[in-house]
């Protein structure tokens, strides 16, 4: 089983949000950077079936700064075999640039799989896996809660509004991962160790500008101050007043 | 004359509500490039409630039949939209950003080679380029985007944009049309509970946090919904998911759904960023928290300080008051 992750290195979700001089992007400044929740049940997903199918490779692939090294080395400490960092200082708004770089580098190269997390914590763009599927022509499954594979083929799960659809797709296939796929490991000290000898091949991203112009980064309209109704159930009657008369949603 | 896609969903041959909210968009885009909507829908027969697309604001309503399109079938549903989208000149393309668009957009976008803005909370058109807000860092930030290329290609936030009812009516065609043969098969739907609605969607969403105590409780909030008649969901904080009290599909926050109804109650939820990154879009948002420290009065409109299970059972009792 040879397995390609693509993943991300995001902001913190706890990350305060400050907008650089510019007006148009994140002050990175004190800014504490991880590996995208979504793509550690990718890695996990990806580890896990290598590990059932007794051999195989399971390689890191993202583009990102130089500082991006150790976000592969988190998912290398985790048991990922090797890594490949294509390089840029910037990363284009667009993510079908990111994309294309991506497809690139796993084109021809005999993966049965390539996972991806459903999207990335800090653009919420849920579009880089199923355009990389679209631009190598690979069957694509999004949101996968669930997967099985065997025989060549898989069956995954995936969340719609009120239900859950059963997907058969045959290898070889991108999937995005949704949480609840699997519980990450944590990486052990041995692994971080480990970790530091893998193979990480650094080179440069060829990235076009794309079709997205960032016009601005602006904080979010502030919600008007709330306020207090009242205290226990005497506030209710109040607080339906207002949802009736004020806020006018009843 | 500049004309929009509009592509819109159906399931079971239903035209789903995020249709409506599809064309709206649409036709503000319309509106901006002064030029039309094609509504398009892909579906295994005659779709109920297309005709009244036009009234929303789509100038011609299209429906393409295929056996293929009784459930998603995302290969053949790109091929087709994509296929549309370039023979018909299309200067747009709309999407809803659902688990059926936010899906489908990108293919299609791949498909055409041009860049998506996905899950958009606003569009417009600003010197003749379709410009686009989108919620980023957990909604700690709006980034404003132009699109460059053509077709730009959108997908919106459900619940974001009100359908605006207009004077107008819409001609409607439907067409059968070959599908190509897919390799990822839809071989079955579990549905979630029978009759419930999906937070993501529902006009009123209740959620309950680790404050509920224990699983058997979330009855309170059930109750709370059903006193509402059938429009409101149940939610949940990701503690509670967690812990296996409630399904994933209920959660909301960052890790779970982002949801924008005319309403938000959140019982017994702190409200920590990662769950607000998910829910500070609704309309109005009512806090009940024992805690009158609890950040979730922050972001609230409206809070009651006080043991949700004195204020909840309460609450029930005047809805379905109102609604008796
Ligand atoms: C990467 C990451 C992603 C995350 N994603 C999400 C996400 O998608 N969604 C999400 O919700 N969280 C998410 N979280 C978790 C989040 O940080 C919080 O831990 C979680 O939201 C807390 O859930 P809670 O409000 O139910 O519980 P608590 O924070 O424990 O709050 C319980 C609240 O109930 C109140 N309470 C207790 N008893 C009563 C009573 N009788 N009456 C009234 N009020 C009462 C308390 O005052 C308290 O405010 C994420 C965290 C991380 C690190
Ligand atoms: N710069 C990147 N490098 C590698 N993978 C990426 C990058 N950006 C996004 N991805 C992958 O695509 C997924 C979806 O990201 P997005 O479309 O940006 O929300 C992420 O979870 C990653 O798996």
């Known amino acids: 089983m040879k397995i390609a992750v693509c993943i991300k290195r995001v902001p913190d979700s706890e990350t305060r949000v400050k907008i650089a001089s510019d007006g148009k992007s994140l002050d990175e400044a004190g800014v504490k950077f991880i590996l995208n929740p979504y793509d550690e049940f990718a890695v996990e997903e990806a580890l896990r079936r290598k590990e059932q199918a007794g051999a195989g490779e399971v390689v890191i692939v993202s583009v990102g700064p130089a500082a991006a090294q150790e976000t592969i080395r988190t998912a290398l400490a985790m048991g990922a075999d090797r890594g490949v960092l294509l390089q840029t200082d910037t990363i284009p708004a667009d993510g079908l640039e990111i994309a294309r770089a991506l497809a690139a580098e796993v084109r021809d190269s005999g993966y049965d799989l390539i996972l991806f997390g459903k999207m990335a914590i800090d653009d919420y763009n849920h579009q880089v896996g199923p355009m ?73 991203a060829s990235l076009g500008a794309g079709g997205l112009e960032v016009l601005a980064l602006t904080p979010p309209p502030q919600r008007k101050e709330g306020r207090v109704v009242g205290e226990g159930p005497a506030a209710v009657l109040e607080l339906l007043r207002l949802l009736r008369e004020e806020a006018k949603v009843l | 004359m500049s004309k929009v896609l509009a592509v819109l969903e159906q399931r079971e041959g239903a035209l789903r509500k995020v249709s409506s909210e599809v064309v709206t968009g649409a036709r503000r885009l319309a509106d901006g490039l002064a030029g039309r909507v094609d509504a398009l829908v892909l579906a295994a027969g005659s779709v109920q409630g297309i005709d009244q697309l036009g009234g929303f604001g789509a100038d011609t309503v299209l429906t393409l039949t295929n056996d293929a399109f009784g459930r998603d079938a995302p290969e ?45 909370t606003d569009v417009a058109v600003e010197g003749g380029a379709v410009t686009v807000i989108h919620p980023v860092y957990a909604g700690k930030a709006l980034l404003k985007l132009k699109l460059t290329a053509t077709p730009a290609i959108v997908s919106l936030r459900p619940n974001v944009f009100t359908p605006v009812q207009r004077p107008k009516a819409g001609s409607a065609e439907t067409v059968a049309v070959p599908a190509p043969t897919g390799r990822v098969v839809v071989t079955a739907i579990k549905p979630a509970t029978a009759g419930t609605l999906d937070v993501a969607e529902a006009p009123i969403v ?57 309403l938000y109650i959140a019982v017994g939820i702190s409200g920590a960023i990662q769950h607000l990154a998910g829910m500070r879009t609704s309309k109005v948002i009512v806090a009940i928290n024992k805690d009158k420290d609890a950040p979730i009065f922050k972001v609230a409109d409206y809070g009651v300080v006080g043991d949700l299970f004195e204020v909840v059972p309460r609450l029930t009792e005047e809805i379905r008051k109102l609604h008796g």
């Open chain 1, 132 to 204: 990389v599927a679209e631009l190598l022509d690979l069957p694509c499954v999004t949101a996968i809660a669930h997967l099985e594979i065997g025989g060549g083929k898989g069956t995954a799960e995936r969340e719609i509004e009120g239900g859950v659809e059963i997907v058969d797709f045959p290898l070889p296939a991108v999937l995005t991962a949704e949480k609840g796929l699997n519980e990450p490991r944590y990486p052990a000290l041995k692994g971080i160790m480990a970790a530091k000898k893998k193979p990480l091949e650094v080179k440069p």
């Open chain 2, 76 to 120: 053949a549903c790109t091929r087709v939209i994509a296929d549309r989208a370039k023979a018909g000149g299309y200067r747009a393309v709309v999407f809803a950003a659902s688990a059926t668009g936010r899906d489908l957009a990108p293919r299609v976008a791949a498909r055409l080679g041009v860049a998506l803005a996905q899950d958009v």
């Open chain 2, 206 to 262: 209740i959620s309950g946090g680790r404050g509920l105590k224990e699983p058997a409780n979330f009855k309170v909030l059930e109750e709370l919904a059903a006193a509402f008649g059938g429009r409101a969901a149940v939610g949940a904080s990701r503690a509670v998911v967690d812990a296996g009290w409630r399904p994933h599909a209920d959660q909301v926050g960052q890790t779970g759904k982002t949801v924008s109804p005319t």
